[in-house]
């Protein structure tokens, strides 16, 4: 006979056991299920790592939107896609944890142009093509990565600067000073660099354009408010905002009106933005934006056809521009707003 002590001893040793061996079973039901899926996956598709930089904007969400229903299975892909949330240091870790899963490409969207040497060294000696999106880097060794997929953003801040020049002249407006502020994108990036670039090269060409401020706002909505709230206290006699994206836009539009000033066309403000979202083109018909420089999302199917032409074994370009419009009341029509989902 064994004593209640000992029975209630053993039950607990039992139970112990018994839960020990059905984690360490989990856990390796779980790994071999994953290396299972992968291993296939990989047999039969081209399996594609895309490090997104974040979630920021309207913009980002459709060149997102655009990568995953480029990168289907249908279309013969694998799709591991990372959101970044805007740290440069996650972009790293999913590319080197792609490059821990053998991944057949990387695709990454950077948040900044530098400090990506040493990441993407290690890709290329892995023997992973690297292919940038949106954003470019700014890196010595151009072997780095491929090619690159995006906007031109020195000419789209030319195409802005080139704007408002005709708009001044049919104003009657091109001697005058005419007051700027400038709402910049993520610093470091290559849309925030490029866009500056570009609209100071026209810039410079007018004497009578006084800068009066440019500020970082993220190309988000909450900042972009934030930065023109303090624009419109610090200068009373804006002209222009210069918002290097639409979210940014939306955010310092709201800031002028509580401020009870007016923006757009006839307004105390004109307002100048740069994507062309829905939302956005909406405004541009109504004439609460003057202007808005096209920034095209829709890069995964451009994408799609450079890795084609790497499996064909054909020779690609460094880089490759996606087309562009420049967007104002005259050129806005209903089917435009109605054709754009994003
Ligand atoms: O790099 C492209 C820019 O990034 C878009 O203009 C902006 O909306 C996004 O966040």
Redesign the pocket.
């Not at 920021?56 to 980002?60: K, Q």
């Given at each position: 006979m064994f004593k209640k002590s000992d029975v209630i001893s053993r039950l607990i040793f039992v139970l112990f056991a018994a839960i020990l061996f059905l984690m360490v079973l989990g856990g390796r039901l779980f790994t071999n299920i994953e290396e299972d899926v992968y291993v296939s996956e990989e047999e039969n598709r081209i399996v594609v790592g895309v490090s997104q930089l974040g979630s920021?904007?309207?913009?980002?969400t459709a060149n997102t939107e655009s990568v995953q229903n480029a990168f289907t299975q249908e279309n013969g892909y694998f799709l591991i896609f990372n959101n970044a949330r805007q740290k440069q240091e996650n972009q790293i870790k999913a590319i080197r944890s792609f490059i821990s899963q053998r991944v057949d490409y990387i695709v990454f969207?950077p948040v900044v142009e530098t400090g990506w040497e040493t990441v993407l060294q290690e890709a290329k000696e892995a023997g992973i093509p690297v292919i940038l999106m949106?954003?470019k880097v700014d890196v010595t060794d151009k072997s780095l990565y491929v090619t690159c997929v995006g906007?031109d953003f020195v000419e789209e801040g030319q195409r802005a600067g080139r704007w408002l020049e005709k708009d001044l002249a049919r104003r009657g407006m091109d001697e005058r000073t005419v007051n700027i502020v400038i709402l910049k994108?993520?610093q470091g990036?290559?849309?925030q660099i490029g866009r500056t670039i570009g609209f100071s090269v026209v810039a410079a060409n007018h004497g009578n354009w006084n800068i009066l401020e440019q500020e970082y706002a993220d190309?988000t909505s909450a900042k972009g408010r934030e930065v023109m709230e303090v624009f419109l206290r610090k200068h009373p006699d804006i002209d222009v905002v210069i918002s290097?994206?639409?979210?940014m836009t939306f955010g310092a539009i709201e800031a002028i009106r509580d401020s009870g000033r007016t923006v757009g066309i006839g307004g105390d403000i004109t307002i100048i933005s740069?994507?062309a979202v829905n939302t956005a083109l909406k405004m541009v018909s109504r004439g609460d934006i003057n202007v808005d420089i096209e920034?095209n999302p829709n890069q995964g199917e451009y994408i799609s056809q450079v890795i084609e032409m790497l499996e064909d074994g054909q020779e690609v370009e460094s880089q490759y521009y996606v087309e562009e419009d420049v967007f104002t009341i005259e050129n806005v029509t209903r089917e435009l707003i109605e054709q754009r989902n994003y």
């Open positions: 920021e904007s309207g913009w980002r969207a949106d954003r906007s994108g993520t990036s290559s849309s190309f290097q994206n639409d979210d740069f994507d920034c």
